[in-house]
């Protein structure tokens, strides 16, 4: 298989490059660093990408898209990384969804809005008790005329404080023989009365959400596929995307960045024989997810399934446990200094190593735990029987 970037891709990678260049300022970093969501610099910018059709670019012309290949999103998710610009990613992977279990209508409605950049989507999947078994959730819809009637709640929806609308599981269905089949996936406007968000900060300083909803009206046009089909929707989002994601040049970079700090600042220490070693196991798990992705995104433009299944559950099982051990090693090689913000006068790098260290184990568990992962490598890339 060929990884080199095709001339079309390349011409891609050039003009979103210079264009984040140009236009992700500092007001647009800030406010993604500062993880309290999309602010009215990074809004605008999400819309300029839009204008230049730059947020969808797999997507048909009719759309907004440029009908390339996986590899240009793969593109696009690592210059975004690259520049710490905003990221559109609920809002594009439900639109992938839509192209394929959307009616025309909602196609119509929906897909030209979100690759212009006006239009955010929330994920609402998660319960209190109902997170990796995600058929569990409780959220009733009652259907009541030409509208279903909400109430529930959920919880972990990050962009739901910015975003227009909520992708929404519910439970349509409480008698059903098998839970996954009593569920109907819903596209709630925010705006809807009934609807209360409040925020909830993670330990890096992130705002997340739960939101309650109290006999909340949503009209049988926003219901995605049939009723009692949620499970089969839900599926088309979770795993139809196809593409591999980044090229790990996120990754790359800090561990460029550490090489630089340790030949600079640690050179010469017998207490820091680990470092090589320790640097190496991150570089090699780094290739190897890199190649994976890679490989997913060229079998996903194949349209064809590789061996073992697509892999999708093993790039998110090893970018979390490679996030994880980064960040774990960069703070062993600061030391003290590792635990200072970057407020402070004494922080390294920046003091960026203190709050991606706290973000890392959230990575292990968006998208399904890694136990969940596991099974869905076991089960549907091996074949094995679940436990």
């Known amino acids: 298989m060929d990884f080199e970037l095709n001339p079309e891709d390349k011409a891609f990678q050039k003009e979103i490059r210079e264009f984040l260049d140009k236009e992700c300022n500092e007001h647009v970093v800030a406010e993604v660093d500062s993880m309290l969501g999309e602010g009215p610099y990074s809004k605008e910018l999400l819309r300029k990408m839009g204008a230049r059709k730059l947020l969808t670019p797999t997507w048909p012309l009719e759309y907004g898209g440029r009908a390339m290949g996986h590899m240009a999103e793969s593109i696009k998710v690592d210059e975004i990384t690259l520049h710490h610009a905003p990221f559109p990613l609920d809002g594009v992977e439900i639109g992938n969804s839509l192209l394929m279990v959307g009616n025309e209508e909602q196609k119509k409605r929906f897909l030209p809005g979100i690759a212009k950049g006006e239009i955010e989507f929330a994920l609402g999947y998660s319960e209190p008790n109902a997170g990796s078994d995600v058929a569990s959730v409780q959220l009733r819809s009652v259907e009541d005329g030409d509208h279903f009637i909400l109430n529930g709640q959920k919880i972990y929806n990050t962009e739901a404080h ?11 269905d409480p008698n059903a023989v098998k839970k996954h089949r009593g569920l109907t996936l819903f596209m709630v406007d925010l705006k809807s009365p009934g609807i209360t968000i409040r925020p909830l900060i993670t330990m890096a300083g992130l705002r997340t959400n739960e939101v309650f909803y109290e006999d909340v009206k949503v009209p049988k046009a926003n219901m995605v596929g049939e009723k009692n089909g949620g499970w089969a929707v839900l599926m088309s989002a979770l795993y139809g995307g196809g593409g591999g994601g980044s090229l790990s040049s996120g990754t790359k970079k800090v561990i460029d960045t550490l090489v630089k700090y340790v030949l600079t600042e640690k050179r010469d220490t017998e207490d820091n024989e680990w470092i090589p070693d320790a640097m190496a196991e991150l570089y090699i798990k780094t290739q190897v997810g890199e190649l994976m ?19 999708g559950a093993a790039s998110r099982l090893l970018g979390g446990d490679t996030r994880r051990l980064l960040y774990k090693t960069a703070m062993q090689i600061l030391g003290p200094y590792g635990q200072l913000a970057k407020d402070s006068k004494w922080a390294q790098l920046h003091g960026e190593i203190l709050r991606e260290y706290m973000d890392a184990p959230r990575w292990t568990i968006v998208h399904g735990s890694q136990e969940i992962q596991k099974l869905n490598i076991a089960t549907r890339s091996l074949g094995l029987p679940r436990k």
């Open 293 to 311: 992705g890679l490989r997913a995104t060229g079998f996903a433009d194949l349209k064809v399934m590789p061996l073992y299944g697509g892999g």
């Open 162 to 172: 910015f975003s227009d609308y909520h992708w929404l599981l519910t439970r349509s």
